[in-house]
């Protein structure tokens, strides 16, 4: 069964960087479109940006020009580079993927358990 595992997140200080990893692992034929969440405790998820297979981002406003999405469909794995953080980007950030395992035909839909990504100082 396949599987996502967010990590890098931590402690940094405001205007600091993070950079988050999303590894996809498993009998994996192939990924499609690769997202990123936050959810702080007591509210919503929030959706913070998105990949696709062919390379297209979407970034939700709050994070325009701050955080970078991209892939490496060799280590299959999603990136989150966050940077110029501010206190209110912390919270639990998780990713998502469209997956399609080796022995599927289709592609479900995966989720980390999220990796904690405290803005302070």
């Known amino acids: 069964q396949v599987q996502l595992m967010e990590s890098g997140g931590g402690l940094v200080r405001p205007g600091g960087s993070l950079r988050l990893s999303c590894a996809a692992s498993g009998n994996i034929y192939s990924i499609g479109v690769m997202k990123w969440y936050r959810q702080a405790p007591g509210k919503q998820r929030e959706f913070v940006n998105r990949?696709?297979?062919?390379?297209?981002?979407y970034y939700t406003d709050s994070v325009k020009g701050r955080f970078t999405i991209s892939r490496d469909d060799a280590k299959n794995t999603g990136y989150l580079q966050m940077t110029s953080l501010k206190p209110e980007d912390t919270t639990v950030y998780s990713c998502s993927a469209m997956i399609r395992g080796g022995g599927d035909s289709e592609y479900v839909k995966s989720w980390g358990e999220g990796t904690q990504d405290t803005v302070s100082s």
């Open positions: 990949i696709f297979s062919d390379g297209g981002t």
